[in-house]
């Protein structure tokens, strides 16, 4: 079993900035993949980013590219996505999730096999 718990949410103007950070306990070294998820109400959860916990490798989906930047600290059992230049429309709960997702399916919410209870974040314009 693997407990996340997402912090760092809020509100915050258009063009600001925030970092979410979700901190992992139980069997961290079950999962291979932390992912980053938002969910905006009246629509699906929507992939956002993904790294992998032992190579750092990453990837983001095309609507936050090069605004956001997801790591991670394998000491603190910790990922992080640093979220810059924030839009209205990035308002939604944030969650991560964890699991051991092939590369390939890094974006999809049914690879994952745990998920954190959300985080508020709301952007104004």
């Known amino acids: 079993q693997v407990h996340l718990v997402e912090s760092g949410g809020g509100l915050v103007q258009t063009g600001g900035s925030l970092r979410l950070s979700c901190a992992a306990s139980g069997r961290t070294f079950s999962s291979s993949t932390m992912g980053w998820f938002r969910q905006a109400p009246g629509k699906e959860r929507e992939f956002i980013a993904a790294?992998?916990?032992?190579?750092?490798?990453?990837t983001y989906a095309d609507s936050v590219k090069g605004r956001f930047t997801i790591s991670r600290d394998n000491v603190k059992n910790t990922a992080y996505v640093q979220m810059n230049s924030l839009k209205p429309e990035d308002t939604a709960v944030y969650y991560c999730?964890?699991?051991?997702?092939?590369?390939?399916?890094?974006?999809?919410?049914?690879?994952?096999?745990?998920w954190g209870q959300g985080t508020q974040v709301t952007v104004s314009s």
């Open positions: 790294i992998r916990w032992t190579s750092g490798m990453s």
């Open positions: 999730a964890a699991g051991t997702t092939s590369w390939r399916r890094v974006a999809v919410t049914s690879e994952y096999d745990y």
